[in-house]
């Protein structure tokens, strides 16, 4: 009986610790499936030219993406006016475009626009961009970084030209493949995904890829996980039975 009781203790412990390592196995999958993203709200100093001479702000940019089939969709947003017009701007008089430099495993802008603005603006006060969105696909595999470059203004038959002076840190880095798919995660403002990106502030989490694997691979080992520790309770019970 003594002996009977030694094989079922270890039988009980394999079982038990071959439970904890399928689940740690399945835990470190859904680790390695986490696409790497990181994004951070970052003070850009644009200086603008305008018809009637230069005018200076800092805006705080947030660049979010996410992920659809083989491309992004990118939306930047700012948290200030960047410019101001002597004469009030009434509904829809103003059109913003902006560009997005690439780095890292890519390089060239993306194109970025968004609507005219729904309200009157008054004179000399602080022009809000509405948020601006396009179209990122991947050509090359690796991490890419997404920093805001030059803005343009569009109003009454006028251009102003803002460009960032302060050498501006990406707001957004993506762990990205060129096949179609990105790899994509969210990650903190300050954040998606792990790699660079420095910032001022906070601001929302990116969305960058779909998330039905991780969360496939998250049920998967604790599907795992729960099967082992059942299968040792089984053993126990039927030692007690004994």
Same mark, same amino acid.
């Given at each position: 009986?003594?002996?009977?009781?030694?094989?079922?203790?270890?039988?009980?412990?394999?079982?038990?610790?071959?439970?904890?390592?399928?689940?740690?196995?399945?835990?470190?999958?859904?680790?390695?499936?986490?696409?790497?993203?990181?994004?951070?709200?970052?003070?850009?100093?644009?200086?603008?030219?305008?018809?009637?001479?230069?005018?200076?702000?800092?805006?705080?940019?947030?660049?979010?993406?996410?992920?659809?089939?083989?491309?992004?969709?990118?939306?930047?947003?700012?948290?200030?006016?960047?410019?101001?017009?002597?004469?009030?701007?009434?509904?829809?008089?103003?059109?913003?475009?902006?560009?997005?430099?690439?780095?890292?495993?890519?390089?060239?802008?993306?194109?970025?626009?968004?609507?005219?603005?729904?309200?009157?603006?008054?004179?000399? &006060? =602080?022009?809000?961009?509405?948020?601006? %969105?396009? @179209?990122?696909?991947? $050509? #090359? !595999? /690796?991490?890419?970084?997404?920093?805001?470059?030059?803005?343009?203004?569009?109003?009454?038959?006028?251009?102003?030209?803002? &460009? =960032?002076?302060?050498?501006?840190?990406? %707001?957004? @880095?993506?762990?990205? $493949? #060129? !096949? /179609?798919?990105?790899?994509?995660?969210?990650?903190?403002?300050?954040?998606?995904?792990?790699?660079?990106?420095?910032?001022?502030?906070?601001?929302?989490?990116?969305?960058?890829?779909?998330?039905?694997?991780?969360? #496939?691979? /998250?049920?998967?080992?604790?599907?795992?996980?729960?099967?082992?520790?059942?299968?040792?309770?089984?053993?126990?019970?039927?030692?007690?039975?004994?």
């Amino acid at each position: 009986m003594a002996r009977f009781y030694e094989q079922h203790d270890r039988r009980t412990g394999r079982a038990a610790g071959l439970a904890v390592a399928v689940a740690m196995t399945a835990g470190s999958a859904v680790m390695l499936a986490a696409p790497a993203a990181h994004a951070a709200v970052v003070d850009v100093n644009y200086q603008c030219k305008t018809p009637i001479g230069n005018k200076g702000a800092v805006s705080p940019i947030d660049i979010k993406s996410t992920s659809s089939g083989g491309a992004y969709k990118l939306v930047m947003s700012f948290q200030k006016g960047v410019s101001s017009s002597p004469v009030e701007l009434g509904k829809g008089a103003m059109k913003p475009t902006a560009l997005i430099q690439l780095g890292g495993a890519e390089s060239g802008t993306v194109p970025l626009s968004g609507p005219p603005n729904d309200q009157s603006i008054p004179a000399n &006060t =602080p022009i809000k961009i509405s948020d601006l %969105s396009g @179209t990122y696909t991947p $050509k #090359a !595999s /690796g991490k890419v970084t997404f920093t805001a470059s030059t803005l343009t203004i569009k109003a009454l038959g006028t251009t102003t030209t803002c &460009t =960032p002076s302060n050498h501006p840190k990406p %707001s957004l @880095t993506l762990d990205v $493949k #060129a !096949s /179609g798919g990105a790899s994509g995660s969210t990650g903190d403002s300050a954040g998606a995904g792990s790699a660079t990106g420095g910032g001022s502030g906070g601001g929302q989490l990116p969305q960058t890829g779909p998330a039905d694997s991780a969360v #496939a691979l /998250g049920t998967l080992g604790g599907t795992v996980l729960l099967a082992g520790a059942a299968g040792a309770l089984w053993l126990t019970r039927r030692h007690q039975r004994v």
